[in-house]
């Protein structure tokens, strides 16, 4: 609840966990992973499969939530592009919701825009 709330607020989030793992099991999971990178079709739900199996169970020792200031005239900047007609496009690994406040801050977004969300969901 809290991670939601930091990185919906564009705060950079960070976890950090704990976990022991025999070495037994960790070696049969490793095999798994293995043949979930070098797998074709279905290697992206297969690495997510092997990374649910040895992420789970973990204990918690913390979490940071940091803000990631824009550099100083990056607002400003972005405004004038768009005032003067120039389309940008924005391509990010950020979760969604940060990429739409972060863009919103530095006026690459605003609130009469239309945000289309292009995620692995709705391909």
């Given at each position: 609840e809290h991670l939601n709330l930091f990185s919906s607020s564009g705060l950079r989030t960070l976890v950090v966990a704990v976990k022991t793992i025999p070495r037994p099991e960790f070696d049969s999971w490793f095999?798994?992973?293995?043949?979930?990178?070098?797998?074709?079709?279905?290697?992206k739900q297969k690495l997510a499969e092997a990374a649910e199996k040895i992420e789970g169970n973990v204990e918690l020792l913390g979490a940071t939530a940091i803000e990631d200031a824009l550099q100083e005239g990056v607002p400003e900047t972005v405004k004038l592009i768009r005032d003067g007609g120039i389309?940008?496009?924005?391509?990010?690994?950020?979760?969604?919701?940060?990429?739409?406040?972060?863009a919103l801050s530095c006026n690459l977004l605003d609130s009469s825009m239309t945000i289309l969300k292009l995620t692995d969901d709705f391909l």
């Amino acid at each position: 609840e809290h991670l939601n709330l930091f990185s919906s607020s564009g705060l950079r989030t960070l976890v950090v966990a704990v976990k022991t793992i025999p070495r037994p099991e960790f070696d049969s999971w490793f095999i798994e992973f293995q043949q979930a990178r070098l797998a074709g079709a279905e290697r992206k739900q297969k690495l997510a499969e092997a990374a649910e199996k040895i992420e789970g169970n973990v204990e918690l020792l913390g979490a940071t939530a940091i803000e990631d200031a824009l550099q100083e005239g990056v607002p400003e900047t972005v405004k004038l592009i768009r005032d003067g007609g120039i389309k940008l496009w924005v391509l990010t690994g950020d979760k969604v919701q940060t990429a739409i406040n972060i863009a919103l801050s530095c006026n690459l977004l605003d609130s009469s825009m239309t945000i289309l969300k292009l995620t692995d969901d709705f391909l």
